[in-house]
Structure formats: C-alpha cells, structure tokens
C-alpha cells in the first residue's frame, strides 16, 4: 500500500509537466499564448513566436527570392535584417492577411540616400497571394516573396491572433 502512494506522489511531477505542456500546446493552437516577441532565423527558414525565452510556436517561412544578406535598397528582393516591430495589420491585403514590419530604420534609410536609392519598405510577414488556390505546403519548397515573410493562410491566423501591434520581430541572418 505504501509502495502505491509512493509511486503516485512519484508520477505527481511528471504529469504536472504533461498537464502544463498539453495547455501549452492548446494555447498555442488556438492563438491565445502571451506572445511578446517574433524571432525570424533566415538561414534556417524559421518563425518563432517566443514569451520570454520560451518557443510558443515555430513555423517554416518562405523569404525574399534572394535570401542572403540584408535589405538595403528597394527591389533588391532581400529580407531585412536587424529589430523592428511589428506596427500595423491589414486583413484585406492582397496576400491574405499581412502584418507590417517596421523596415528601414533611420539607420537604413540614411544609408539608401548616401547610395541615392530608396530603402524600399512594404515589408511584412504575410499568408499566401489571395489568387493562389494550390496546397499551401509548397509556398516552402522556394523562396518567392519580394523580401517579405510567408507562412501558410492557417499559419496566419495563428500569428495574427497571437501577435498584437507593437510586438518586436527579430530578424537574424
């Protein structure tokens, strides 16, 4: 009888931890986790929505059709590179839903004007082109946008619920 409590108490932490995950991953699949912070990683091809130090979701993305290095004029088809925020939505955009990311900085744009070209803009993380009716799976098999961010229109929805105006999106190489 002993033996028997002892186990339970025993199996107490573990599924704690089960309970504590599943709510996680409930959370995060309905789009209701605190999310304080987007991280793009380039060269892996991969959003993360984190709450402090902690992965709440990690989506594959397709970026600009020429992926390495940073943003530094318009139409060099480049995803940025550095800190921004993400400061507006548009759920009418021509790509289904798209939030706005807050590229050039001054910085950059200073920069552009000593070159004399524009910095470009028009930078988001977006759902797939609202004419595209193909499976959503091979918006990843390529990089195809003109430097932004792609994640699938269910993928969107995720981060458009979890993601409020003003949270900070990192962008690393």
Known sequence: MRWRVACRWALLPFASLFV???????????????????LVLKQKRVLRLLHG????????????SSPTGPKTQQGDHKTPEGVYVLDAR???SQ???????????MEQRTAAHKRG?????????????????????TNRLYDWTDGCIAVTDAEMDEIWQSVPNGTPIEIRP
């Not at 130090?53 to 600009?64: C, F, I, M, P, Q």
């Open 53 to 64: 130090e902690t992965v709440v979701r990690e989506y594959k993305v397709a970026l600009g």
């Open 20 to 38: 504590a995950e599943l709510l996680l991953a409930q959370t995060a699949s309905t789009g209701s986790a605190k999310v304080d912070r987007v």
């Open 117 to 137: 070209v524009s910095p470009g803009g028009d930078v988001f993380v977006h759902g797939l082109p609202n004419w595209y009716h193909g499976p959503s799976a």
């Open 90 to 92: 548009n759920p009418h």
């Open 95 to 105: 790509y289904y839903k798209s939030l706005h990311i807050s590229y050039p900085n």
